[in-house]
């Protein structure tokens, strides 16, 4: 017999329960890494502990080497040495390679690493002295050298696969051949062997570089805090948050999805963690709203991508940018602002522009968290970032800052979480999963500093400049055109680290040289190798949140596309005014200003992609002129967004005009045509 209706209508709902999204995140991560066990394992714990504790030192100079002063080299080598040996312990050399256990070759291999790097550790001082790095270089250096440069593509190709290590290794023995004569604009000052080997391993602009001097300053201590984040239970706190203040919206489920992505992608900086942590909370959660799978899918792809654009803590890619510009991570981080805002408010309109087309409905307040309760629980996480925003920004520690908050964090968790607190074991994993994640960071960026002592070896990046200047016959607009579908062809099959690198190299001389601003510039060449990440045919974030909802990858990859359509647009739009980055004379009141601009034209773009325009309705009303009025409004929102002035021939005021002069007819007549439509709708549906 089947419950009466009075029966269902005193019955409880049920409330939704969400768990840690990192309770198991070993267990998360891609099934090609072995699980190192035993001795291995505490090889690992131990050489993480003290890598941590080097960096401490370092950043704190608590002199742990009694009367002995440590270079910075002799750090970078240092941590080099602990962490890049266990590369070949973590990821196997081969798809069949065993997982189970460690073959005879790779331990060779670690030995062989970590003795080229204590080796080249103690020459470095030698180096400095003698200036070795240009010539003079002792044989047993040479050979050493040669050994850590044929070790790092490996490790290179085993942390970033074979597409990176193609894209990597002709540059890197490119300054052996530089003068050739078929090279063209690329022909530059030759070495020989004995010189690059020395230059590479001994200068600070190759192995010791930009890359790993990142990770050594900052890297380190903000890897160290979004791990501490995730161990004592702030994803949970985040995710229920996010379906406390978003769920019962219009198509609550995808919003909560894409609020929860950016607060966790805040902790871990990783667009496929992300997708693989908050993926599994929201996508079953949005099938169940009535979001088709892929859809679904796109939705979290997108949402996760922009983890490594959302300050506090970014992605590794955004401490390189500091170093790149020798500026500090806090105006990176705060140039990542508005930027960020963008991204995530373009989304938000996508999807409620989607939900109300579709008819999608919020969830019940009766089955979400209690916002009260939720902050009442984790109200220590809100104390820490802001702890950390602070040092950050008013007392521009940035090195230390990622330290005392996670202390902090650690303190009050111990002293307010039961469920959470730590135990010698949880100590244990969470050096564990620092150390993977170093590992990982170390074969990738020392790989990479190579590229970057090539061209700085040859002295051929001027020159390109030029040429690429030439090309583009010195007009900005074409260049940017240039450098994105460059950016997005290089991001298929680099990491965004790795493709930043490329670019910044190679095109960013080319764009400051026409007077763009440098911050904007490399924003702009970071915001397109991201996008590669939902953008097919290699799109990661898609294929991954497309095993977690069990739909077609490729399908769901053009899905992402489609939903983050307007993220392709948001990178010409701080390039052609740097207040979007707060850069520039008076940056904050112009840059809200601009926002607020890009904020109304991304709303009319949304509803011209999505069909459904917000304060008119449904343009399926509107009958054969609905993809008319779809296109105009997408232009006119686009033009509307577009700052002025700068290199554009139009100054703001002209822009904004132009815009208004599309949308305004466009609305009037998409609003009387939608409510035409209305009352006849309702008169056939009379009873």
Partial sequence: MSPSASDSAVAPAQRIEFDDPHANMQEAEVTRVRTLRAGWRWALV???????????????????????????????????ALMLPFTFLIFPGTGSAPLDRIPWYDILLFAVTFACAILLMRSVRKAAEAGWEFGGAPTDVIVAGVIMWVVLMEALRRTGGWSLLF?????????????????????????????????????GESLLGIPIQAFADTVIGFLVFGTALMMTGAGKFFINLSFAMCGTFRGGAAKVCIFASGLLGMMSGSIISNVLTAGTMTIPVMKKSGFRASYAAAIEACASTGAVLAPPVMGATAFVIAQFL??????????????????????FMQVDSYAARHGLKGIPRAELPKVWDTIKDGWY??????????????FKRESHAPFYATALLLVLNQLFSKDTRWTFGTINKFLEVNGRTFVELVGILAGCGLLIGAFSMTGVVSSLANDLLRIAGDNALLLLVMCAFTSLVLGLGLTTTACYIFLAILVAPALEKLGLNKMAVHMFIFYWGMLSSITPPVAIASFAAAGIAGSPAMKTGWESMWVGSIIYFIPFFFVLNPALVLQGPSPYLEGLGLMALAGVG????????????????????????????????????????????????????????????????????????????APAANQLHAP
């Avoid at 991570?329 to 373009?346: F, K, N, Q, R, W």
């Fill in 602 to 677: 991304t709303l009319f773009i949304c509803g011209g992609i999505q069909g459904y325009q917000v304060f008119v309705g449904d343009l399926r009303a509107a009958g054969v002129l609905e993809w008319p009025l779809r296109v105009l409004l997408v232009v006119g929102g686009f033009v509307i967004a577009t700052p002025g002035g700068g290199i554009m021939p139009l100054s703001q005021m002209q822009i904004t005009m132009l815009g208004l002069a599309i949308l305004v007819p466009t609305v009037l007549v998409a609003l009387f045509l939608v409510r035409r439509q």
């Fill in 326 to 347: 020798n500026v500090s991570y806090a105006e990176v981080a705060v140039a990542a602002i508005i930027p960020a805002t963008l991204y995530y408010v373009g989304l």
């Fill in 381 to 394: 996480y809100v104390f820490v970032i802001a702890l950390l925003i602070v040092m950050l920004l008013y």
């Fill in 167 to 203: 894209s990597v290794l002709p540059f890197t023995v490119y300054p052996l051949f530089a003068d050739a004569k078929w090279l063209g604009p690329f022909r530059g000052t030759e070495s020989t062997l004995e010189q690059a080997t020395a230059y590479h391993v001994l200068s």
């Fill in 46 to 80: 131990v050489a993480t502990a003290v890598t941590i504790l080097l960096c401490i030192n370092q950043q704190f100079s608590l002199r742990f080497f009694i009367g002995y002063t440590q270079l910075n080299t002799e750090y970078f080598y240092l941590l080099i």
